[in-house]
């Protein structure tokens, strides 16, 4: 995430330890997390990169509590998502890679299958609430217009499919909707069918965020928010996980015939 920072603020590593005094070294192992960062110094770059005050204070606070996870609470949920926005993790990707099993994923829900998703998720949320998750969910699908949009690499589980979310209308229609994306440029839907058996997705759903110039995230997501991992690691293992759905999914016109016949018979 500090390299992130840095590449956001338009400074390079050697302009940093320049500013700031310290050893090259020092930045390098930072953010390629071979190394931890004592708070001070932590606090230092945030203020050179130009951070806002509210993410700077999240930042420090999960800082301050990374060997107590039991100290960090729903804030720190919800802080990810604040700096996902202010960093552009989504809006700066070259491919998202989106797994789901039961669900269709929000960039491609229509608004009618998107609240009647929220409202089965029972997330006791108020009706304003609601309206105001799925407005910003549709409003976020405008991601994908544009000529720097990312390439959207779906695979679904045949499951998502046929659970009819709101309903038999609503299911259907947004069946079609995601039948038409199908046929988009930048757009590839892979469903792997029901007889496939055991596979790497059982575990959840499975979000890469790829970049042109900086390593991948992983996306995960709960009932309450989203976490982003960076580490090497971590990024592999989920990465391993999608490239096995792909071998086990259908191709994309096979994948689009099933989708087109199971809408058919959606009575």
């Given amino acids: 995430m500090l390299r992130r920072l840095r590449a956001l603020s338009g400074l390079s590593g050697l302009e940093v330890t320049a500013k700031l005094g310290v050893s090259s070294s020092l930045i390098s192992r930072a953010e390629s997390g071979k190394r931890g960062i004592n708070r001070d110094d932590l606090s230092a ?74 409202m089965a998720a029972d997330l006791g949320l108020g009706e304003q609430e609601v309206e105001e998750r799925v407005n910003a969910g549709i409003a976020g699908q405008s991601l994908l217009r544009g000529p720097s949009a990312p390439r ?48 790497a997705g059982m575990g959840g759903p499975i979000v890469i965020l790829d970049y042109a110039e900086l390593p991948s995230l992983v996306r995960l997501t709960n009932k309450v928010g989203n976490l982003y991992l960076e580490d090497h690691t971590d990024v592999a293992a989920y990465q391993r996980a999608f490239d096995g759905l792909h071998t086990i999914a259908l191709p994309p016109d096979r994948s689009a015939h099933l989708i087109s016949k199971i809408a058919s018979n959606m009575t």
């Fill in 45 to 118: 770059l945030l203020t050179l990169y130009g951070v806002d005050r509210p993410v700077r204070n999240a930042l420090l606070h999960l800082h301050t509590n990374a060997t107590n996870p039991e100290m960090l609470d729903r804030g720190d949920l919800d802080f990810h998502d604040d700096l996902a926005a202010w960093t552009g993790l989504e809006q700066d990707a070259t491919v998202i890679h989106h797994y789901e099993a039961l669900l269709v994923p929000g960039l491609l829900q229509t608004f009618p299958y998107a609240r009647a998703a929220i």
């Fill in 152 to 199: 959207l690499d779906i695979v679904l589980h045949e499951a998502a499919l046929h659970q009819r979310v709101g309903g038999v209308d609503v299911m259907r229609d947004q069946l079609g909707y995601l039948l038409e994306a199908s046929f988009r440029t930048r757009i590839e839907i892979r469903i792997v069918p029901a007889e496939a058996g055991g596979h």
